[in-house]
Every structure is written in C-alpha cells, then in structure tokens.
C-alpha cells in the first residue's frame, strides 16, 4: 500500500507510529537514541533492536529502498569492524576483560572470543541506531520535526530553518537539474565516459554559479513572506501540524518516560559502580 | 468619500544601494473601501510603493525616506513591519517562493502559528479562509502538486484571516495561464465585494485587470505619479503606449478604424461600450483590410518532424500521438495551460527525454538516440530565467562558451562570436560584465550564447514572463528580426495570447497531452471550443467582432496584418 513511500515524507502517514505527535516522536527518538549510546549492555540492545524491527514493519516501509538503504550500511559496519580487527586484533582484553583465544593466525593476529563479542555488541547496536534512525526519519515529516525541535525548547527560529529546507530542497534540486541541461545542450560534457572525473568536477562547479544566484533571489522573496506574514514577530509560536494528543500519544508517553528512566538508570549505575570493562560479558 | 486609508505626503525614497530617489515626491491618498490599480511599466517604481505601504520598506529594504506615509493611521516609518501586516496583507508575485508551508493548510495558518494562536481557534479559521478562496479540499496537498493559480489562492488566503482591511496584490497575474489569471480576478474582486476591503492591485497588464471594475488607476512612470483617474478616463487619455504599457486589443481595433471617443463611452468594459455608433467605421475598415489579406507563407525546407510521438512518466500518458512538423523560418506558438504536456514536448526535442513511441527526424535524420549535446547544435532551447543560464562574468566569454566547450578552434570562434554578438547588438557591449544588465539583456545574451552553435530551431520558453510591454517590445523585436534575417525557425512556449498574435503565424494548442490544434494563429483564437479546452482567454477582439457582426476569424486576421504593417512603418 504504502509502495510509493519516500525516505522523506511531506504529508503524514496512516500507520499508529505516523499518527503521533512530532512531539512524541522527536522525544521518543531522542530518548532511544541516548540509551542506546549510553548501555553496551546486549541484554538491553537485543531487545531494542527486536522492538525497532518491528516498528519498522509496522510503518510498511518502501522495502526496496530501505534493503538498499540497509544493505549499504550493513557493508560499511563490517568493513569498519575488519579495520578495528586489522589494527588491533586483542580489542575485547580493553573493552570486555580477557582474551580467550579461538584461532590462532599469526603472534599478532588472534581471534578471541572477548573481541568477537565486542564486534557482536557493537554490531547490533549500530544496527539498532540505524533502524531506528530509519523509523524516525520515514515516519516524521518536516512540519513534525519543527514542532518536535519545539517541544524540546529549541528555538522556533531554528525549528523552521528544519521545515523550510526541506520545502525547498525540492525546488533547487529542480533548478540544478534545469541548469545542468542547459549547460549540456550548450555542451557541456558529463558523461562519466567521455569526460574524466576532474573534468566533470570542474563543470559541476560550473553550473553552481547560476544556482546560487537564483537560489539567493529565491531567498530574498521568502524572507519578505516570512516578514509580511509576522514570523518571528513573538516568543512562542504554535504549529499547525501538530495535532493533539491522541490516545496513543498518552500511551508513548509513558514509554518514552519509562526510556528515560532506564537511560539514567544506565547512566547511574555506571557511575556508582563503576564497572572494570565497558562491555557486558556472560 | 470615505475616510483615508493610506496617505502619501510628499512622499520620496531611496534605496540605500542607489544614486537616485525611485520614488519622487509622492502625493497619493486612498480611502477605505477603494479598489485601486497601480499601474506602471517596470522599474516604474510601482513595486516599490506596494514595499512601502506593507512595511517591507524600511524593514527589509533599506534606505532613505522623505515625507510621510500613513496606512491605517500608522506613520510606516515608526511603526514596524508586524503592526503593519496586521492592516496590510500582501500577495506577492511570486506564488512559489510565498509559498513557505509543506502544505496548503499549513501555509494558509502561518500568520496564524506566528500569533501563537492555539491549534484548536486556528483550525476553523484555516478552513474559513479555504473557503473562501475554494481550497478547502486541498488542504493536505503539497506545494508540489499545486499550480500556480492554486498556491496564489493558499497565499491570499494566508492573509484573509487577520482582518487585514487592506489587500495588497503585487502582479498577481505574472505566473498565471490566461483563464487563470482571469479566474485570479474574478476572485479578487469577489473578496472585495464580499468583504469590504480596500484592494490595491499592482500590475501592467491593463486590459487583464480591467476585466473587473476598478475605481481607480493610478499611473507610475519613473517614480512619480503621471495619472491618477478613472479607467474610462485613463483609456481616453491616450497615453498608455508612451509608457510602455499595452493598451486593451479592443481599443486598438477601433482606434486603427479611426474613431474617436466620446465623454460618455465607457472604454474600460467592452460589454458596457455602446459601438453602435462605430460600427460602420469598424465593418468598413475591416473590409478595406480584408480585401489585400496575403497568404502566410510557409517554407518548403522542412527541419523537423514528428511522427506519432508518445511518453509517459510512470503510469500517466503526458504526451499522446503527437505529430508535426516545422519548417524553416517559421514562428510557431506553443500554447496551452500548465501540465498539458507543453513542456515534455519541448525537453523531447532536446533530447532531455525518450519518447515512448513514435519517430523525430532532423532534416529526415533520425535524432532520437542524440545527446542533449548533439541536439543543442540543431535545435537550440532558451530558459525563461536567464539567471539559470548565465555562468560566466563576461558577455563575450558567455557567448563563447558554447563554442569552446564543442571544440571549436579559437579563429573559429573568434569570427562566429564577432557575427553573433553583432546580430543580438551586443557586439558594443561585448567587454561588460554580465552583473551589470538589465534582465531583458540577460535574456539577449542568453540567446546570443544559444545562437553562437547556429542551430536551425530556437524553442524559447516564455520569453516575456514578468516583462513589462515595453521590455516585451524589445524582445520580441529582436527576436522576430532574427527570424526574419536569418530564418531562423523559432518555437515560443507561452501563456502569452498578445505575443501569439503579434508574433507568431501558427499555434500549436495542448491539452492533456495531446496535440487539441495546429493551425493559424487566428484561426485557433476565434475557435471558441479550443479557447475553452486549452484554458485559453478569448481575445477581446472575438467578442467585438462579435458585437459587430463581424466574422471573428477574418477580423483577427485584418487586425493582426495591420498590426505588423504598423509596426514595421514604426521601425
């Protein structure tokens, strides 16, 4: 159904996950997203990573972009973890405490299960950082994001520099796009197999001057529709966009809070005692 | 009379980056209820009394004021831009870059989130206001899928909910398709009547806004005040052409006939105007110029030819069996409302896109597996914002640019620039830096860079857009005279029926897709099934011909030869 969904949403979807608040939202992202830096605990993250699944599914994401999406930063965390291993291969004794040898490759290179248990860890929290970044960026539009920045007392000045980017970025892709022809027709070569990349990356260059001048016409004209219309002109502001709590608003409420609470029990217990390794080991 | 609303006393200002006041001792009063039009060609300074009067100057524009200007009781230069915008709101020419919000309801309730009024007082009022401009259900739509007609109904609703008194439209029908602009009007004036408003409309297409009553004009010519009448009276003053603006094609008919005006004629509406009287002259006039109509006509070289073209994006058909040719020399107008498939034809034929289905041939070559870069040797495509297309800081090196990047040796380009820049008189101009031109020069360097590969075909994409008549003039004369010199073949997509006339022969009219008409331009124009189809506006000079009992079709085509015949004695 929701086939045609982009990575970016303008007008709001159905799901449950859609209908929040963008307040909720923002501070339910906020709240998982600081647990999540926070623990190296895989009790904790397994969990998260199955709950984030599963608010995937249930946004009925476009899954060709997401797998492509997916497939890509899969790849860059394992090459990422190859690295760390190529440079050093006892990582675990520092982060997890011992290092139990499994094979043997040379004096240097060793595969231990401490380490392996890091990259496991650490595998799966990235993974769960993406998947729920995932969630929040298709289920929030721009309008949301502003009105969930708010809700944290983040300046509204700086809230619609969030909205009003993404309303236009549309429109200067659209004008590089017009540009870049133009400048084909007249022959302007950008083909990757006649031209060399330095070349290209010249003539892109090239057509950035005329973007930027339109793109400052442009500019002047919404500052003056901001003006007329009163923007900025009081310290609070409300947002049309942001509906009132409904049911399940309530109802994350009391999730969000209760992330919170286990963040700062992390947090706490951490601090209090003070554990030798960062990472827990069965 | 009613009380004044907004009072300009010996009102002068400069802007803080020029050398010279634009407006100059400005003694203007307008009082509450008045609908006005502000009429001016541009640079007139008529824009910048819209500034004035919203605020937006001194607040945004800095510079130096001289006398007093009051609106709504307000001194503008002590109060600010927010007291201001609760009196004054403002529809601005650009429909797209207002449009600010991620969605109508949204951009409609921006004033609105700014008071900080609370959702739920905001919402009834947001759909108030989209009722009355009949957008109430589009409120989820995106900027995106809007036209231009509808994002200028979401910007006037966007200020309807203040109580503003004041409502202020700066070139409301620039953007706009024909019918469009005469539904953008029609809405005006009905918000007027409904909501006792003073309306002050800027623009400097008369005969468009004159479609509606107005009560006053008041005529800018550079930075003062040269008329401030009634429209009926404004019309008699014979005055208009010598400021650049376009008179209504119904009174230039009849003047070309050779009457005279009386006190009592109501000039500003045709239906109101009582020709009886004038009848004769008009019929024997046309007869007289009926009688020597020449054939148009056409080359037999042919350039470009299409057979059965097809394409979609995605699902949706845009484009259905279109077939045409062109030949050599010919002027040839693209018309039809937005979306109707004007613009994939032309990015087809610059090999922007595939067709689906069908064949494009140049000079009998098969064209389709060209490059955009191929294509731009044979058929050459001209953005209507010159901005887009300029890169370069010189005209000579703008000009040259296309020639270098095609490989041309440097005596090559040397002796094809000298001939280009000469043929757009530019050649005395070649050494200015481009930031120092006016946009109507811009246009000119554009095309003069366009022209230095020597393409056969120019497809020009609203070459008049946001241009006054007196620019416009400019234009299309240099544009005609590389037609007529150089035939050069020259495809004008445009929204524009007075260009159409004018300027071109044949008229190519889409809608949905398809290809509705191909034929004389005056023949398309008196075709009142097309007109309705296309969302086109029926000429004024169809329903005088109508009032005169004059067969529309010949008429069009009488005054358009005479037109020519006139402008060319001019040159």
């Known amino acids: 159904m929701n086939s045609d969904r982009l990575f970016i949403n303008v007008k709001p979807g159905k799901t449950f996950i859609d209908r929040l608040t963008g307040k909720t939202k923002v501070r339910t992202f906020l709240a998982l997203i600081m647990l999540l830096i926070a623990t190296w605990d895989i009790r904790l993250i397994l969990p998260l990573f199955f709950l984030f699944i599963i608010a995937l599914i249930s946004i009925r994401p476009n899954w060709k972009k997401v797998w492509a999406v997916m497939g890509f930063i899969i790849l860059v965390n394992l090459f990422n973890l190859l690295l760390m291993w190529l440079v050093e291969p006892d990582y675990g004794r520092?982060?997890?405490?011992?290092?139990?040898?499994?094979?043997?490759?040379?004096?240097?290179?060793?595969?231990?299960?401490?380490?392996?248990?890091?990259?496991?860890?650490?595998?799966?929290?990235?993974?769960?950082?993406?998947?729920?970044?995932?969630?929040?960026?298709?289920?929030?539009?721009?309008?949301?994001?502003?009105?969930?920045?708010?809700?944290?007392?983040?300046?509204?000045?700086?809230?619609?520099?969030?909205?009003?980017?993404?309303?236009?970025?549309?429109?200067?892709?659209?004008?590089?796009?017009?540009?870049?022809?133009?400048?084909?027709?007249?022959?302007?070569?950008?083909?990757?197999?006649?031209?060399?990349?330095?070349?290209?990356?010249?003539?892109?260059?090239?057509?950035?001057?005329?973007?930027?001048?339109?793109?400052?016409?442009?500019?002047?004209?919404?500052?003056?529709?901001?003006?007329?219309?009163?923007?900025?002109?009081?310290?609070?502001?409300?947002?049309?966009?942001?509906?009132?709590?409904?049911?399940?608003?309530?109802i994350m409420m009391l999730v969000y809070l209760l992330f919170y609470g286990l963040f700062l029990a992390v947090v706490i217990i951490k601090i209090v005692t003070r554990p030798e390794y960062q990472v827990w080991y069965p | 009379m009613s009380e004044p609303i907004i009072v300009f006393e010996d009102f002068s200002f400069k802007y803080k980056s020029q050398t010279t006041e634009t407006l100059k001792n400005i003694n203007l009063v307008i009082h509450r209820g008045e609908k006005i039009l502000i009429l001016g060609p541009s640079g007139s300074g008529k824009s910048t009394i819209g500034n004035c009067i919203n605020g937006l100057i001194p607040f945004s524009y800095e510079g130096k004021i001289t006398g007093s200007l009051t609106v709504a009781g307000i001194r503008t230069t002590e109060a600010n831009i927010f007291t201001l915008s609760r009196h004054v709101g403002t529809v601005q020419q650009d429909s797209d870059a207002q449009f600010i919000a991620l969605s109508t309801g949204e951009d409609i309730a921006f004033s609105l989130e700014n008071e900080a009024m609370p959702r739920p007082e905001m919402l009834p009022r947001v759909e108030a206001a989209a009722r009355t401009v009949g957008m109430e259900n589009f409120l989820g739509e995106v900027p995106y899928d809007l036209s231009g007609g509808q994002k200028q109904k979401v910007a006037l609703a966007g200020v309807l909910h203040n109580d503003e008194e004041i409502l202020l439209f700066d070139e409301p029908l620039a953007a706009l398709d024909p019918a469009m602009g005469m539904t953008s009007v029609d809405l005006i004036d009905r918000i007027y009547r409904e909501q006792n408003k003073t309306v002050i409309i800027i623009e400097h297409r008369l005969e468009d806004v004159l479609y509606r009553h107005v009560d006053r004009v008041i005529l800018v010519s550079d930075g003062q005040i040269a008329l401030d009448t009634t429209p009926d009276e404004l019309l008699r003053a014979d005055i208009l052409s010598k400021m650049g603006i376009r008179e209504p094609l119904y009174l230039s008919a009849l003047k070309n006939a050779g009457v005279t005006f009386g006190k009592e004629d109501h000039l500003a509406d045709l239906q109101a105007l009582n020709i009886d009287a004038y009848k004769e002259k008009l019929t024997s006039h046309f007869k007289e110029n009926a009688a020597s109509l020449s054939e148009v006509t056409v080359s037999e070289e042919e350039l470009l030819n299409v057979q059965d073209v097809s394409f979609r994006y995605g699902e949706e058909d845009v484009l259905k069996n279109i077939s045409f040719k062109v030949h050599k020399g010919e002027r040839i107008c693209i018309i039809g409302k937005n979306g109707a498939g004007k613009s994939t034809m032309a990015k087809l034929l610059c090999g922007i896109e595939k067709p689906r289905t069908g064949s494009i041939t140049f000079r009998g070559e098969n064209c389709l597996n060209y490059s955009i870069r191929d294509l731009g040797r044979l058929i050459g495509y001209v953005m209507q914002n010159p901005n887009q297309m300029l890169v370069k800081d010189m005209i000579r090196d703008e000009v040259s640019l296309a020639m270098q990047l095609n490989g041309y040796s440097e005596e090559e380009i040397e002796k094809n620039v000298e001939t280009v820049l000469r043929m757009c008189d530019l050649y005395s101009m070649r050494n200015w830096p481009i930031g120092v031109l006016s946009y109507g020069q811009k246009k000119r360097v554009t095309i003069a860079s366009i022209l230095s590969l020597r393409p056969e075909i120019l497809i020009v994409d609203e070459p008049t857009a946001g241009q006054d008549y007196r620019h416009y003039t400019e234009i299309m004369r240099f544009l005609e005279n590389l037609n007529k010199e150089y035939g050069i073949a020259i495809l004008f997509i445009t929204h524009d029926m007075h260009l159409a006339i004018e300027y071109t022969d044949r008229a190519m009219v889409f809608t949905d897709g398809e290809l509705i008409a191909d034929d004389y331009v005056f023949r398309v124009l008196s075709n009142p099934e097309i007109i309705k189809r296309a969302n086109l506006k029926q000429t004024s000079l169809v329903t005088l011909a109508e009032k005169a009992g004059i067969d529309p079709e010949q008429f069009i085509h009488a005054f358009i030869e005479e037109e020519r015949r006139i402008r060319d004695d001019e040159q």
């Open chain 1, 94 to 250: 520092n982060v997890v405490g011992g290092s139990t040898v499994l094979y043997r490759l040379s004096d240097f290179y060793i595969i231990s299960a401490e380490t392996m248990w890091y990259f496991f860890v650490r595998f799966t929290k990235f993974m769960a950082t993406f998947v729920i970044s995932l969630v929040f960026i298709q289920s929030i539009t721009p309008s949301e994001m502003a009105a969930g920045l708010y809700s944290i007392k983040v300046p509204y000045k700086a809230c619609t520099i969030v909205s009003i980017a993404f309303r236009y970025i549309p429109d200067i892709a659209r004008d590089f796009q017009n540009i870049k022809i133009s400048m084909q027709a007249r022959g302007l070569e950008l083909d990757s197999r006649k031209a060399s990349l330095m070349t290209r990356l010249k003539q892109n260059i090239t057509i950035l001057a005329p973007l930027i001048i339109t793109s400052f016409d442009r500019v002047g004209n919404i500052a003056n529709a901001m003006d007329l219309r009163g923007f900025g002109k009081k310290k609070t502001r409300t947002y049309y966009a942001e509906h009132e709590d409904t049911r399940g608003d309530k």
